[in-house]
């Protein structure tokens, strides 16, 4: 059966071509590194091997180099990978011996049929494993030739030094199996010679086998302090001898192997738990997201279903405290001033969770809106810079991208002591988004950030960078202590796919549109169109318009585009927009309204603050803007205000 030695850090590599090899009939060993590939060649012979030109200890080229060196490798064929075609030129070029190069990533078809090829053209690269090589020290000719042809007995093969100079020349070319060395020979000693054997560096863990005609115990002694591995008598009978060899033999044979197997083992384990804490690192980076869209589906339950009943309820409480019971009239205040702590609380809790105009304006929007923010609560001022033109990203990475923003801002307020930070946002030349957040305060160790899930860790700029990376993304840290941060996020620009909007995901479908049959009477009653994809929302706002004396509803759009049909049909004076509908929003409907029937007064509704979406609307030609959480009577004015700019 013919052999592969394999070697490749990669363990994708190693495996694929293992199991190539032993599925075509080959014996197939793979190594890890030089140093495992050094052992299992000491312990077997083989018809090939297959070498990455960069290895985690050592240079391909130069592993190379060495087996071409060594007597019993040199007739064996080699393929070598490279992961760039110039880096194959370049060995070439250093004149590299290896018998073919195939870069990375490779055809695995290809790579079969070369080393089927070289294995044909070396039938005799592999026979029987080489004659151990034995050196003989000893400065009697005689001696040294009979000791030599018992030794051939056991089919050894011998080389001899006269001298112990003369073998420690040897040995810093030339590796041997074992040594037998005289003990009393002139000029330098048989122990002197032992220990520098031993301090040699590939030769530290080679047997010696000290020979000497003293059979006192001081000999035997110094022999061992020396670093002998046994002590022979030159009286005793061969037999003794060359068994003593076999012996020595033996056990190199066996710390090889053992060796090899611990290495084995250390570096399949090191890679086990290398891919471990891989896949611990994707799990917690898809935790993180999930973690993002369940707030973001909180957010929007709140939002789009709780505030608005909340909001509904308001509405029908503005009727009942038209009533001449005083106490009815008291007890519906004191429930609307609970209803309006309880949206308070629930916009507060939205905002924390997913701020709703991250998802009506995208990223450039909730930034500003964050700058905002911090500035309020914080005192921070954040100096932004808005590229133009930042196209819409997905709903995963622009949640990420802002909540990422905003937790390296945090960290800045806390660990930095600063009072303002630079955030810059813009889109480089390619398919990408980069984020710099910087600031000039105390600045930190970027060796020393702390993992996510630590205690304290919050998301973390350890955490921050699992995410980005899960994404295909990017974090490079600059800091220094007293210097200051600089911390820049890249994320690939993948945009939504036609079709998306950002109103309630879990509408079912739309509804129809609802008119109601009403008078064109010059000087009637100012007539509204209401624009909400809340049922709830509508009618509430129906009930409260429609006891005005001149205000009536004509009808009631589900969404944006139904309000752009029912404008056109219906003509009304005003039209009540809420930001958030599905198939269009407010913002867009309001523009395009604006453009077609400039005549029509909108009023934006939503439940924003005023400063978060006001200015968007305006600019798309809204007259006003009321929030949903204000009194009704801000509505019912901005109406009958609408009526005295149009009858100018």
């Known amino acids: 059966m013919r052999s592969v030695l394999i070697i490749d850090d990669s363990l994708t590599v190693r495996m694929d071509l293992q199991e190539a090899f032993e599925a075509a009939g080959w014996k197939a060993i793979a190594c890890y590194s030089a140093a495992a590939a050094r052992t299992a060649l000491g312990e077997d012979r083989f018809h090939l091997v297959i070498l990455d030109s960069w290895l985690p200890d050592m240079n391909g080229a130069d592993f190379v180099q060495e087996l071409k060196n060594n007597r019993a490798t040199m007739g064996t064929p080699i393929i070598l990978l490279s992961s760039e075609t110039q880096a194959a030129d370049q060995l070439r070029n250093l004149s590299v011996q290896a018998d073919t190069h195939i870069g990375k990533p490779y055809n695995l078809a290809d790579l079969m049929l070369q080393a089927q090829l070289l294995a044909d053209s070396r039938r005799d690269a592999v026979s029987d494993p080489p004659a151990p090589l034995i050196l003989t020290v000893d400065d009697s000719p005689t001696y040294a030739h009979e000791l030599g042809s018992q030794l051939a007995k056991d089919g050894l093969e011998v ?57 006192d115990q001081d000999a035997i002694l110094e022999s061992f302090a020396a670093g002998a591995d046994d002590y022979v008598s ?85 009727v009942l405290r038209r009533v001449e019971d005083n106490a009815a009239r008291q007890a519906v205040g004191e429930i609307k001033e609970l209803l309006n702590e309880s949206l308070e609380l629930s916009r507060s809790l939205t905002t924390e969770l997913s701020p709703p105009i991250l998802q009506e304006g995208g990223l450039s929007a909730g930034l500003e809106w964050l700058a905002d923010w911090m500035a309020d609560k914080h005192g921070l001022c954040v100096d932004l810079a808005l590229e133009e033109d930042i196209p819409p990203l997905v709903e995963d990475v622009k949640i990420l991208l802002f909540e990422s923003v905003r937790e390296l801002i945090f960290n800045a307020v806390k660990h930095a002591r600063i009072r303002s930070v630079n955030v810059a946002v ?31 860790g919050g998301f973390g700029l350890f955490g921050i960078r699992e995410r980005l990376q899960l994404i295909g993304g990017k974090m490079e840290v600059q800091s220094s202590p007293g210097n200051g941060s600089r911390l820049t996020l890249t994320v690939p620009l993948v945009q939504p796919a036609a079709g998306d909007w950002a109103g309630s995901p879990d509408q079912a479908g739309i509804a129809e549109p609802e008119v109601w049959f009403t008078s064109r009477t010059p000087g009637s009653k100012i007539r509204v169109l209401v624009a909400d994809d809340h049922a709830v929302v509508r009618e509430g706002l129906s009930q409260l318009l429609n006891r005005e004396p001149d205000i009536e509803i004509v009808g009631g759009a589900t969404d944006g585009q139904a309000a752009i049909e029912l404008a056109g049909s219906l003509m009304p004076d005003v039209i009540l927009m809420d930001l958030s509908m599905p198939r269009l929003n407010g913002i867009e409907a309001t523009r395009i309204i604006h453009q077609r029937f400039p005549d029509i007064r909108i009023i934006g509704l939503s439940m924003f603050e005023e400063g978060e979406r006001a200015q968007a609307m305006r600019d798309a030609g809204a007259v006003a803007y009321v929030t949903k959480a204000g009194p009704s009577t801000n509505l019912i004015g901005a109406i009958r205000a609408c009526r005295q700019v149009k009858s100018h």
């Open 159 to 215: 080389v001899l030094a006269a001298s112990g100079e003369e073998a420690l020349q040897l040995l810093q070319v030339r590796s041997v199996d074992c040594v037998l060395l005289d003990m009393m020979m002139p000029g330098m000693p048989g122990p002197e010679v032992c220990r520098r054997i031993k301090n040699l560096a590939n030769s530290q863990a080679t047997p010696v086998i000290m020979l000497t005609g003293r059979e």
């Open 234 to 318: 030159k009286s005793s009978d061969f037999v003794v001898l060359r068994a003593r060899l076999r012996a020595q033999l033996h056990r190199r044979r066996v710390e090889i192997e053992t060796n090899r197997i611990r290495e084995d083992l250390h570096h399949k384990r090191t890679e086990e738990l290398a891919e471990h804490a891989r896949q611990l690192r994707a799990l917690a980076g898809e935790l993180a997201l999930a973690e993002q869209r369940e707030r973001r589906r909180i957010a929007t339950i709140l939002h789009d279903h709780l505030q608005q009943l909340l909001f509904g309820a308001m509405l029908r409480l503005e």
């Open 426 to 456: 813009r889109q480089p030349e390619g398919s990408a988004i980069e984020i710099t957040v910087s600031d000039k305060g105390s600045g930190f160790n970027p060796a020393k950030v702390r993992p996510a899930g630590e205690a304290g």
